[in-house]
């Protein structure tokens, strides 16, 4: 069973940049990850997966340009590097994994392991 921790949650000014790790107990290159987020009074939403093969990126509309998910060189760690964050991001974040070695995933809520979350607060 896949354990997942994340970190680099924090609170960070509008305009500002913060880089989220999700970290892992095994090879994350042989999973789907997702990170997903959840607002207050606002149902947990999917923002963004990296595929076990290649490493192909998707995206939700509202982080796409702002938002870049990657996986560490020790693929046991994938990232999500937040640029430009605004108010409406304030959110928990987590990461989900799914096994899956295909070269796509999906921005649905079908993963398997999850994290216990970190906060992200966005404020001036």
């Known amino acids: 069973q896949l354990q997942l921790m994340e970190s680099g949650g924090g609170l960070v000014q509008p305009g500002g940049s913060l880089r989220l790790s999700c970290g892992a107990s095994g090879r994350t290159d042989y999973y789907a990850i997702a990170w997903f987020r959840q607002a207050p009074g606002k149902e947990r939403e999917p923002i963004s997966c990296i595929s076990g093969t290649d490493g192909n990126s998707y995206y939700a509309d509202d982080v796409k340009g702002r938002f870049t998910i990657g996986r560490e060189a020790d693929v046991h760690t994938v990232f999500l590097q937040m640029n430009n964050l605004q108010p409406e991001d304030t959110a928990v974040y987590s990461c989900?994994?799914?096994?899956?070695?295909?070269?796509?995933?999906?921005?649905?809520?079908?993963?398997?392991?999850w994290g216990q979350g970190t906060q992200v607060t966005v404020s001036s």
């Open positions: 989900a994994a799914t096994i899956f070695a295909g070269n796509v995933c999906f921005l649905d809520n079908n993963y398997s392991y």
